[in-house]
């Protein structure tokens, strides 16, 4: 079964860092560009940040600006979300999703899409901030 694969959350202290994989299984995520969203119990999905297909373009939601980023490694075929300086309020069940955008430039940005413009979906990792 081709599906998305996330790992990395936990408990985490306010201030403190994690980092987040996402990874194809049974498929690579060469072509696709990548966005990670975060739902919170009571609240809507919100999209946190994305890469584009080749890594050269991210976009990050202005909630997580300056403390969250991601990146891609072409050798090992995984997205990370690097998360830094969290806060009670990142906590949330994070998600992976990957559109195919094979056909695009190099330097076609990224954003958050509809939940159905989205290829495959990964099953979410809990991330809890807390002293």
């Known amino acids: 079964q081709l599906q998305l694969v996330e790992s990395g959350g936990g408990l985490v202290q306010p201030g403190g860092s994690l980092r987040l994989s996402c990874a194809g299984s049974?498929?690579?995520?060469?072509?696709?560009?990548v966005t990670w969203f975060r739902q919170a119990p009571g609240k809507e999905r919100q999209g946190v940040s994305c890469?584009?297909?080749?890594?050269?373009?991210?976009h990050d939601a202005d909630t997580v600006k300056g403390r969250f980023t991601t990146s891609r490694d072409r050798n090992t075929h995984t997205v990370y979300l690097h998360m830094n300086r969290l806060k009670p309020e990142d906590t949330a069940v994070y998600y992976c999703?990957?559109?195919?955008?094979?056909?695009?430039?190099?330097?076609?940005?990224?954003?958050?899409?509809?939940?159905?413009?989205?290829?495959?979906w990964g099953q979410g990792t809990q991330v809890t901030v807390s002293s």
């Open positions: 890469i584009n297909k080749s890594g050269l373009r991210t």
């Open positions: 049974g498929f690579t995520l060469d072509g696709y560009a």
């Open positions: 999703a990957a559109e195919y955008t094979g056909s695009s430039s190099l330097f076609a940005g990224c954003g958050f899409r509809s939940a159905g413009d989205y290829n495959y």
